[in-house]
Structures are given as C-alpha cells and as structure tokens.
C-alpha cells in the first residue's frame, strides 16, 4: 500500500514514462500539460515542445467546434479513450 504523495507521485511518473500506450494531459480549453513518451514518440515531439500546445495541433479527426463538444464532456464525464463518438 502506497503510504505517501512521493510514493504515489513515484508511481505515476514510472507508469507514464514505461507504458506503451499514449496519453496526455489537458487543461479545459484543451492545452496540452503533459505527454507520456509514447505520445511524443507518434508525434515526434518532445514533452517540452507539446507542452503548451493545443489539442487542435495534432488533432486530426476533429475540427474545432467538435473538439470543444469533446472537451465538455470530458470534463462532464471524466476521462475518454480514443476517437469520441458524435
């Protein structure tokens, strides 16, 4: 059982940087905060260069009016997994 913050912290940061999946970190308005390895890997970026962009930079399958739908219900909701479904 995790016993502290660091502990959990420690964690995070392991799964992020070793998982195979990509996955980021967004704020509201869909800027990006985080990017694991794996996603800038696929986008060949580094963390520091994704950080601050917006979703729309890479965003490929949605157009901005669709993206911000997206970004409601996720922040409605809770986290989603892959293409939304409209």
Request: glycine share 8%; net charge negative; charged share 25%.
């Amino acid at each position: 059982m995790l016993k502290s913050t660091g502990e959990i912290v420690g964690k995070y940061q392991f799964l992020s940087r070793t998982s195979m999946d990509e996955f980021w970190i967004f704020d509201r308005t869909g800027q990006i905060i985080f990017a694991n390895p794996s996603l800038c890997r696929m986008h060949g970026y580094s963390a520091e260069e994704m950080a601050g962009k917006h979703l729309l930079d890479f965003e490929a399958v949605e157009d901005e009016p669709t993206m911000r739908s997206h970004l409601s219900r996720i922040v409605e909701h809770g986290p989603d997994r892959g293409k939304s479904s409209s």
